[in-house]
């Protein structure tokens, strides 16, 4: 059975689903009895906070025997201990949490996570949302999360400042070398990467290695047919790694600087673009009001397959297996998706879900609606998305990405020795009867 399935196709039948409608709550028998539901999430910033608040309180209010004990993470706060704090028993109810064999694959292979199947049949899951997405939380042929969050990754640039300094978006990666020289001269950081987290060089490398060998190219990969270790992955990790590096599109020292570090100097206006993920437009409008920004792919590398979306699913909510209440875990998060919480989702945290909504009522603003218009031009000529490989890698790959890019930006590795140690991760993660024979 294929590892993933293109993300086109999830995006292209998100138009297509039948109406939303929030499943059934807690049964007249359940809420006489008081229940503590535990739930772990990743909204730190304020008005994701907020606004996942106040969607926990509807839930409580229509179930008033369930009382929401919610705590918040960062994303690599969570990857530290979630493992642990759920097989110990001191962790959640309900989590939400990164999709992906390196990610919820590790806590269901541990047996740590709760099978759907019984909940997605009872609320009609299955049904209300995008078929792909599931799939995309499906592990082992089961249903193991409920997914919120549909991402799209691409680079940010600062309009404003751009007409201001009479510089033009960079369409190729050449451009964007001669882009960098210039904005460094008037006095700007080209770039606000920043990798102290290890995990941002995850979605740079797959923008430049979907471009290089394709979204086909890469789903063969990810279901085990061919090598990461290829000229065509070489000069992937090269466009970003070094050549970007050595053009001075960084800033200083990028790998001691944390993530939302590097946000914030895009935020202030001290860095000119951004190569991240949809996840942070939020706050984007909130922290640059002054400002009009745009979103568009990765600039084309020479000898790729062109421009070139990256697209997938972010994070979902899970069950801890050891959990007292799954059933009222389950009607929690079947509210999650009711058409109430939905639309409270998209406007009030700004995020992208997959399922069909009427948008009609919603208030958006112009990068988010690009998005949702960007997502349902899935099918059509000329636009290509690929897939963001750390969310689809096993656990061992993900960690060479994440020391071997580092290592690259240092100057410690070349892209050649990284491509082969990504291609040894790959086979290490795979069971043995999976891994690409030796060559």
């Known amino acids: ?46 008005t994701e906070s907020e606004n996942a608040e106040a969607i926990y309180a509807a839930f409580e209010e229509q179930n008033p025997n369930v009382t ?14 979630v493992n642990t704090a759920i097989s110990s028993g001191t962790g959640p109810d309900v989590i939400f949490y990164d999709a992906g064999p390196g990610y919820a694959g590790v806590l269901a292979d541990a047996d740590l996570l709760l099978p759907l199947e019984d909940y997605a049949s009872q609320h009609g899951w299955t049904e209300r949302v995008a078929e792909p997405a599931i799939e995309a939380t499906t592990i082992d042929g089961t249903l193991y999360g409920m997914p919120l969050q549909t991402d799209l990754i691409g680079m940010y640039y600062n309009q404003t400042l751009l007409e201001q300094e009479g510089l033009e978006v960079p369409q190729t990666l050449d451009e964007l070398v001669t882009f960098c020289g210039e904005a460094v001269e ?15 060089a995850f979605h740079q490398f797959s923008m430049t290695a979907n471009q290089m060998v394709g979204p086909d190219g890469i789903q063969a990969l990810l279901n085990n047919e061919g090598s990461w270790d290829t000229p065509e992955i070489v000069t992937a990790i090269e466009a970003f790694f070094v050549t970007l590096r050595d053009a001075g599109c960084f800033p ?11 946000n914030s100097l895009f935020y202030n206006g001290e860095a000119l673009l951004h190569t991240t993920g949809s996840w942070l437009i939020a706050e984007i409008e909130e922290q640059m009001p002054d400002f009009e920004v745009g979103f568009v792919p990765f600039p084309e590398i020479e000898g790729g397959v062109g421009r070139v979306w990256i697209s997938g699913v972010g994070s979902a909510w899970y069950i801890a297996s050891a959990t007292q209440n799954p059933d009222e875990a389950a009607a929690f998060i079947d509210y999650l998706f009711s058409q109430e919480a939905v639309e409270q989702w998209i406007e009030g945290s700004r995020y992208f879900v997959p399922v069909e909504v009427d948008t009609a009522n919603i208030e958006i603003g112009p990068l988010n609606s690009q998005v949702i218009e960007t997502l349902q031009t899935a099918g059509d000529e000329g636009v290509q998305f690929g897939y963001n490989v750390d969310v689809l890698a096993p656990p061992e790959f993900n960690e060479m990405m994440s020391s071997g890019f580092q290592a690259i930006l240092v100057g410690g590795k070349t892209a050649e020795q990284q491509a082969a140690d ?5 086979n ?3 069971p043995a009867s999976e891994a690409t024979p030796s060559s």
């Open 252 to 262: 200083e020292d990028p790998v001691a600087i944390p993530y939302e570090d590097g």
């Open 428 to 430: 290490e993660g795979m």
């Open 422 to 426: 990504l291609e040894a991760a790959w």
């Open 186 to 200: 008037k006095g700007y950081i080209p770039t606000a990467f920043a990798d102290n987290d290890g995990w941002p």
């Open 68 to 81: 929401i004990t919610r705590e918040s993470f960062s994303t690599d706060q969570m990857r530290d201990v």
């Open 1 to 46: 059975m294929p590892r993933s399935r293109p993300w086109l196709a999830a995006l292209s039948v998100i138009a297509f689903l039948i109406s939303l409608t929030a499943g059934p709550l807690l049964s007249d028998a359940q809420a006489q009895e008081p229940v503590e539901l535990r739930v772990w999430d990743q909204f730190t910033n304020p």
